[in-house]
């Protein structure tokens, strides 16, 4: 597989139609009755699901691409790009980091995940922003609660 090869994030925001996700979730549920599940079958299904706009179908891909990397040796590389856009489709986003990280760090021209990169860290920084402002809401809460409550201890000892 070349550094090509890999969908950028992008793709990962194109669910399926139902069909297309069905064809999937059949031929998938068929290889486990019969006890012969294929690492492609499971990939194209975990594929689709975090494709999905269902949060519950994001995690159930993210969960099926995890088996795949502890499973396949010879699939890691995929898995970790896969895992990535997984995880930073469903907002968890320092996970998404770590495992676009441990790609870059093995390909570090790979321009789908250098591009990610990018995304996750634009992500985390307006996650660190927000919260800032939040805790400076916070505080400053805090603060004008505290002067008001001095200010009437001060009024009753007059």
Same mark, same amino acid.
């Given at each position: 597989?070349?550094?090509? =090869?890999?969908?950028?994030?992008?793709?990962?925001?194109?669910? &399926? %139609?139902?069909?297309?996700?069905?064809?999937?979730?059949?031929?998938?549920?068929?290889?486990?009755? +019969? =006890? =012969?599940?294929?690492?492609?079958?499971?990939? !194209?299904?975990?594929? #689709? &699901?975090?494709?999905?706009?269902?949060?519950?179908?994001? /995690?159930?891909?993210?969960?099926?691409?995890?088996?795949?990397?502890? +499973?396949?040796?010879?699939?890691?590389? +995929?898995?970790l790009?896969?895992?990535?856009?997984? $995880?930073?489709?469903?907002?968890?986003? %320092? $996970?998404?980091?770590?495992?676009?990280?441990?790609?870059? /760090?093995? +390909?570090? !021209?790979? *321009?789908?995940?250098? !591009? *990610?990169?990018?995304?996750?860290?634009?992500?985390?920084?307006?996650? #660190? *922003?927000?919260?800032?402002?939040?805790?400076? #809401?916070?505080v #400053?809460?805090?603060a004008?609660?505290? *002067?008001?409550?001095?200010? &009437?201890?001060? =009024?009753?000892?007059?």
């Open positions: 597989m070349s550094l090509t =090869d890999l969908p950028y994030a992008v793709d990962a925001e194109s669910p &399926l %139609t139902i069909e297309e996700l069905s064809v999937l979730r059949r031929q998938f549920e068929k290889e486990v009755r +019969e =006890d =012969d599940v294929t690492t492609q079958t499971k990939f !194209n299904y975990a594929w #689709g &699901l975090i494709k999905s706009r269902r949060k519950n179908e994001q /995690q159930l891909g993210v969960r099926l691409l995890a088996e795949i990397f502890r +499973e396949s040796p010879e699939r890691r590389r +995929e898995c790009y896969y895992l990535a856009l997984g $995880h930073f489709k469903l907002g968890e986003y %320092t $996970h998404a980091r770590d495992y676009n990280d441990q790609l870059l /760090q093995r +390909e570090p !021209n790979n *321009l789908q995940a250098q !591009n *990610l990169k990018k995304l996750i860290e634009d992500k985390l920084n307006r996650e #660190g *922003l927000v919260g800032a402002m939040i805790m400076s #809401g916070v #400053g809460a805090i004008i609660g505290g *002067l008001y409550i001095a200010s &009437l201890f001060k =009024d009753k000892r007059r």
